[in-house]
């Protein structure tokens, strides 16, 4: 008889532990959505949990477009890009995003957690080393575990601490990662101090710009647009395209030398399904949507200055973030469960964030705003939380 450990129950043990610590995910099903609006279990809930920063995910020229090559394409793409699933519709699109973000080529992705595993799987391997910031995504991570190269991590935002680390392996390849606006804290790496740094040590530079393209730049193009940084000084941009282009999928832009490594060896790209190319439609009317209306930023841009100015005059505990993502910290994670209840209860929908999202101690709402959102929208919210007696952690 065997004594091997048997897996499915060290999972119920492990979840079961997860249930003890009061750190349980749960699904919640969705009914209907209306611009912010939620209905799920019968209640009618005003969403600041949703990465719809420019409020595009029911914008009526995307789903127009939608339903026009989903009429004369059908839905699924059939095969993988390389045998027969890329169709026009996804070169149209790659064209575009290329365009926009300044780089050579684009190469889509079916999610971004693929596309970060795939470029690292393909530009890393045994020996190599990846720096990369102690807050970035897990897909980052996971990606380097993935191409079995060493990860080294250093504080949060700390360019000494990442030219320390780059330095303990002064002779070996190196790829220096990080995300361009943090999903968790909202704020935006140090980019250009990165992007010295990289250039200095002979490291390669890579940006995960999921939550600032879109939202960042002069027409939207994210972070680097913001701060004028090309495709020399970053070469590996990843960039999302369901968040404030209210799509699916992602993509990585940089050089024809990069995208043509990455057509041979990207594993993430090489063996799944191609999006629908309806799909594709739809992101490619996002992406000139974005582009064109300016004001959908604008108005992002005064909701968030209007919450942060409502929070600072409650003394909420928020965090220094000047992007779509306010967090506010409250330290235990039974402290932000309580607060999102609570706020669920007067009809609002607020992420609680807990470990091991986050680190021990750093559990919080994390409050996302959209273009979606009016002014009302943002007072009721603050009414709200101000009746919750937040305070900061000791």
């Known amino acids: 008889m065997s004594h091997r450990p ?98 050579e080529r684009a190469l889509l992705f079916s999610t971004g957690y693929m596309a970060n595993l795939g470029v690292m799987q393909a530009l890393l391997q045994d020996g190599d080393v990846c720096v990369q910031d102690k807050l970035n995504h897990a897909c980052l991570l996971d990606g380097t575990q993935l191409a079995g190269a060493e990860l080294k991590r250093y504080p949060h935002a700390d360019v000494a ?34 992007a010295s740094l990289c250039r200095r040590e002979g490291a ?10 879109g939202v960042l730049g002069d027409d939207g193009a994210g972070s680097l647009s913001a701060l ?3 495709q020399r000084e970053v070469p590996v941009l990843m960039a999302t395209l369901g968040k404030a282009l209210g799509c699916h999928g992602a993509f990585i832009a940089g050089s024809s030398a990069l995208i043509d490594g990455l057509l041979q060896s990207a594993r993430t790209y090489i063996y799944t399904t191609a999006m629908p190319p ?7 009317t996002a992406v000139r949507v974005a582009r064109e209306e300016d004001w959908r930023r604008e108005k992002l841009a005064a909701s968030i200055a209007r919450f942060r100015d409502g929070a600072r005059q409650l003394s909420l505990p928020l ?11 409250l330290g235990e994670a039974q ?14 929908l607020v992420g609680a964030i807990r470990p091991p999202t986050i680190p021990q101690g ?19 919210l603050l009414e709200a939380l101000s009746g919750l007696a937040l305070a900061a952690p000791v």
């Open 319 to 329: 965090m220094p973030s000047p992007t779509a993502i306010q967090p506010l910290l």
């Open 6 to 103: 048997a897996l499915i129950d060290r999972l119920a043990q492990r979840t079961a532990e997860r249930a003890q610590a009061q750190l349980l995910r749960r699904l919640r099903t969705v009914e209907h959505a209306e611009g912010p609006w939620l209905e799920s279990d019968g209640r009618r809930l005003l969403s600041f949990c949703s990465n719809d920063y420019l409020g595009l995910a029911q914008h009526p020229q995307l789903i127009a477009a939608l339903k026009r090559v989903a009429d004369d394409e059908g839905v699924g793409s059939g095969s993988a890009h390389l045998i027969c699933g890329h169709r026009a519709e996804h070169a149209a699109l790659e064209e575009a995003l290329a365009e926009w973000t300044g780089r």
């Open 161 to 194: 601490g990442a030219a320390r680390q780059l330095a303990s392996r002064s002779e070996a390849a190196a790829l220096l990662a990080t995300d361009g606006v943090f999903s968790m804290d909202g704020d935006i790496a140090p980019l250009r101090e990165l």
């Open 278 to 284: 309806a799909l594709a439609a739809a992101a490619l």
């Open 228 to 230: 004028a940084l090309g």
């Open 204 to 213: 390669t530079f890579m940006v995960d710009d999921a939550h600032g393209l």
């Open 362 to 380: 750093k559990a919080r709402l994390r409050i996302t705003l959209s273009a979606a959102h009016e002014e009302e929208h943002i007072d009721r």
């Open 335 to 348: 402290a932000a469960l309580d607060a999102a209840q609570a706020l669920e209860a007067q009809g609002f």
